[in-house]
């Protein structure tokens, strides 16, 4: 663990990948600022961006909501396969 409050900054920059991002208005672990630094950090690695606009979409809802098939798994499932298909 750390010895500070805060975890040391991450160099995500240094990204050399594809990277999806999710997110919903309603999250209060990454809100709407964070992930917005996230993504310009990020620059061209993003290359697909989904905003949920609903406000009672929590972070764990992405995970394990009612509808977490249709807001992240299968597209995130379709996103791996399209990539794959274009580096092979």
């Not at 500070?4 to 240094?14: G, H, M």
């Not at 406000?55 to 764990?60: A, V, Y």
């Given at each position: 663990?750390h010895a ?11 990204v ?14 990454a ?6 630094l ?6 061209d ?9 609903e ?6 809802d ?22 794959a298909?274009q580096?092979?």
């Open positions: 663990m500070k409050n805060t975890p040391p900054p991450y160099p995500v920059e240094r050399a990948v594809p990277v999806a991002v999710f997110s919903s208005d309603g999250d209060t672990v809100d709407k600022r964070d992930v917005e996230l993504v310009a950090r990020l620059g690695n993003v290359v697909f961006r989904s905003v949920v606009p406000k009672t979409l929590r972070h764990f992405f995970a394990v909501g009612y509808r977490a098939n249709e807001i992240l798994h299968n597209i995130a499932i379709g996103l791996v396969r399209d990539h298909t580096s092979n």
